[in-house]
Each structure stands twice: as C-alpha cells, then as structure tokens.
C-alpha cells in the first residue's frame, strides 16, 4: 500500500466521529474549519454545536448583528475570526445569493479564507483535487519525507505544498485529506508520536534516524509584546461602568471596563496621579481594592493586568465609557479574563 492508502485505512478505522464529518454542506464545514483554527477539537465542539444550532443557513448567519457573533465567541479567543465569518457570510450572501461556493477558486476571494481553509471545504464538500497543508500536515510530511526546510519560511511553504500535492489521491481527496490530518493529530502528534503504531514507520525518515523531535523545523520570528493594562471597576451596586474597544486593538468591538495602560507595572501613587487618572477619575481617586498582576498571554502579546476597584465615580468619561445595569452586563461580549474577572467580583 502506498503512503496515502496506508493513512486512509487507518482513519477508516480509528477516525473520531466529528459532526462536521457527516456532511458535504460547504456551510457546516466552513463553520467547522474556522472554529477549529488554532483551537483544540474538545474546546471547538461546544462552539460549533452553538453556531450550527443558532444559525443553520449561511443566511442566517449574514442577518446576524456582530455583537451576537461576538457574544456566541466569547471564551473562545482570536476574536477577528467571529468578525471575518460574519463579512464572509454577507459577502456570500451578496455575491452567491446565500449558497456558500464549493469550488476553490471561488472560496479564496472570500474574507477570512486562506489556502488551507479553501483546499479544506473544496475538497471535503465536493471532493475537488486540492491537497490541505496544516499544521498536522506539515508534521507528518517533515518527519515522514525527513524534510528540514522551516514549515513558516517561503520556500518551506512551497515545498509542502508540492510534496501534499504529490501525495494527495486525486481521485478521493476528501477521503486523504481528512486522513492525513487525523493521523498527525492522533498518531504523529507534536509530541511523543506514537511511532510504534504507525502503519508508515518502516518509510519514515524521522522513525529511521531518530529524528521526531528534530522535525518539523519553525523559524522562530514573531516578537512578543509585553503589555500593562490597569482595569478600573466603578459600580454604584446596580450599575457598571463599562468600556467598547475600538477596530484598532485585540479584542476590538468588545467590551471590558475602564482602563490605563502603562509601560511597565506601576506603583499605585505612580497610577494615582497618571495624567488619565487626573482626568477621568479626578485629583483624589480613592481606590477601594487592587488586585494581584495577573499574566494572559495571547498569540503575539502578553499582558499583564490588574483590577482596581474605585470607590467614587469618574469626573468625566470617554467617549467609550458607558454604564450598563449589572444585570445586563450578559449581554456584551468580553473578553474571557473580563468575563472571569467580573464573574468573580459580582458573584
Ligand atoms: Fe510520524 Fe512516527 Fe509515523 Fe514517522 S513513524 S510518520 S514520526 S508517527
């Protein structure tokens, strides 16, 4: 049996049996493989069960006002995605009368839709020819064919796209693709592949030289940003002041409550007296409680943030500051380290 054969017959075996595997609907699909970016199958599941429930067409969908999308993200991180769904289902709307495309060379003009995401619903909703390069795909590749050129460098990109297209059984893609991908998420995971169950081993470059841990290879690129934000929480018990974020930032056209962000972690008379507090919160901020720094990190950034309850409301507000009764603060969408934040502070 060859490479591909091999992976199929053991996915027909021990595949996971996933909702979205059941259908050929672009729409079910494109809602899975967006969930799933960069977020575990168990953490997604819930999230789709709730997508597909809430908005079964891709129409529906499109009617959807973006707090809603947002709301129904909440917890799940990478927010722009829940925003890019909703322009690519209008788009979808507007430009395929609400019938979400199949082929790829429609599904990459799309918003928020890449190689990977293209090749994924064209060949699982109309078994088009078209190999998927993921991150298993990458793994599984780089070890098998003992690949060493970096997976996130432009020649790397390349290459694996080549070698998956070379592989790929043009006849049942949908069937491969699915197969390839299952087997680095099962067998050849990140760490600790399961070598010794592996129906390729006797081929695979890195099984014969030793060499999992080595492949695949990333350039290490991206610069971490190290961020202060000091959360300010005024309520009068049954209202709270609140903040919406802007387009520009994380968690844009979110909620989260009042804040100052400084270049370093502070000292409170040093935050008492920062020129934004004068300002808003006035000359005599009396702080009621200051809670330990606590670290998030996200995919680029790391933030460091610490809640300061204050006992007197702001002198002025900013244009984004509302208040909002407490019982319907469920409504906003927020950012989880604001949802846990409040959750624990009200509760
Ligand atoms: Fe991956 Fe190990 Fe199989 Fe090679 S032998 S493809 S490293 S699981």
Same mark, same amino acid.
């Given at each position: 049996?060859?490479?591909?054969?091999?992976? *199929?017959?053991?996915? +027909?075996?021990?595949?996971?049996?996933?909702?979205?595997?059941?259908?050929?609907?672009? /729409?079910?699909?494109?809602?899975?493989?967006?969930?799933?970016?960069?977020?575990? *199958?168990?953490?997604?599941?819930?999230?789709?069960?709730?997508?597909?429930?809430?908005?079964?067409?891709?129409?529906?969908?499109?009617?959807?006002?973006?707090?809603?999308?947002?709301?129904?993200?909440?917890?799940?991180?990478?927010?722009?995605?829940?925003?890019?769904?909703?322009?690519?289902?209008?788009?979808? $709307?507007?430009?395929?009368?609400?019938?979400?495309?199949?082929?790829?060379?429609?599904?990459?003009?799309?918003?928020?839709?890449?190689? /990977?995401?293209?090749?994924?619903?064209?060949?699982? #909703?109309?078994?088009?020819?078209?190999?998927?390069?993921?991150?298993?795909?990458? !793994?599984?590749?780089?070890?098998?064919?003992?690949?060493?050129?970096?997976?996130? #460098?432009?020649?790397?990109?390349?290459?694996?796209?080549?070698?998956?297209?070379?592989?790929?059984?043009?006849?049942?893609?949908?069937?491969?693709? $699915?197969?390839?991908?299952?087997?680095?998420?099962?067998?050849?995971?990140?760490?600790?592949?399961?070598?010794?169950?592996?129906?390729?081993?006797?081929?695979?470059?890195?099984?014969?030289?030793?060499? +999992?841990?080595?492949?695949?290879?990333?350039?290490?690129?991206?610069?971490? !940003?190290?961020?202060?934000?000091?959360?300010?929480? /005024?309520?009068?018990?049954?209202?709270?002041?609140?903040?919406?974020?802007?387009?520009?930032?994380?968690?844009?056209?979110?909620?989260?409550?009042?804040?100052?962000?400084?270049?370093?972690?502070?000292? *409170?008379?040093?935050?008492?007296?920062?020129?934004?507090?004068?300002? /808003?919160?006035?000359?005599?901020?009396?702080?009621?409680?200051?809670?330990?720094?606590?670290?998030?990190?996200?995919?680029? %950034?790391?933030?460091?943030?610490?809640?300061?309850?204050?006992?007197? %409301?702001?002198? #002025?507000?900013?244009?984004?500051?509302?208040?909002?009764?407490?019982?319907?603060?469920?409504?906003?969408?927020? #950012?989880?380290?604001?949802?846990?934040?409040?959750?624990?502070?009200?509760?």
């Amino acid at each position: 049996m060859n490479f591909s054969d091999e992976l *199929v017959n053991w996915y +027909t075996q021990n595949k996971r049996d996933l909702p979205w595997r059941h259908t050929t609907d672009a /729409y079910i699909i494109w809602l899975s493989e967006i969930i799933l970016q960069q977020t575990r *199958v168990e953490q997604g599941l819930p999230y789709f069960y709730r997508f597909a429930e809430t908005y079964p067409a891709v129409t529906d969908f499109a009617a959807a006002e973006e707090n809603e999308i947002l709301k129904l993200w909440q917890g799940l991180g990478y927010y722009s995605r829940g925003r890019n769904m909703l322009k690519t289902a209008r788009m979808v $709307q507007d430009l395929y009368g609400g019938k979400f495309p199949t082929r790829y060379a429609d599904l990459i003009k799309l918003k928020g839709i890449g190689e /990977y995401t293209a090749a994924a619903i064209a060949s699982f #909703s109309s078994n088009e020819a078209k190999a998927v390069v993921d991150g298993n795909v990458y !793994r599984v590749l780089a070890r098998y064919l003992g690949i060493f050129e970096p997976i996130n #460098s432009t020649a790397g990109k390349k290459l694996f796209q080549l070698k998956a297209n070379d592989f790929l059984n043009k006849k049942n893609s949908a069937l491969h693709n $699915q197969a390839v991908m299952e087997f680095g998420a099962m067998v050849c995971k990140p760490k600790n592949p399961a070598c010794g169950i592996c129906p390729v081993r006797l081929d695979c470059y890195a099984f014969k030289h030793n060499a +999992t841990t080595s492949l695949p290879v990333k350039l290490k690129t991206v610069k971490v !940003r190290q961020r202060y934000f000091n959360y300010f929480l /005024y309520t009068d018990g049954e209202h709270i002041l609140m903040n919406k974020r802007d387009e520009s930032d994380i968690w844009a056209n979110m909620y989260d409550l009042p804040m100052i962000e400084t270049d370093g972690i502070a000292p *409170v008379n040093k935050l008492i007296t920062h020129p934004e507090a004068v300002n /808003y919160f006035g000359e005599a901020l009396e702080i009621s409680t200051i809670s330990e720094v606590k670290k998030h990190i996200l995919t680029h %950034q790391q933030l460091y943030i610490r809640f300061i309850t204050i006992a007197k %409301q702001p002198v #002025s507000l900013k244009p984004n500051w509302f208040f909002i009764k407490v019982e319907n603060l469920q409504t906003l969408p927020l #950012s989880k380290v604001i949802f846990i934040f409040l959750d624990n502070f009200l509760n």
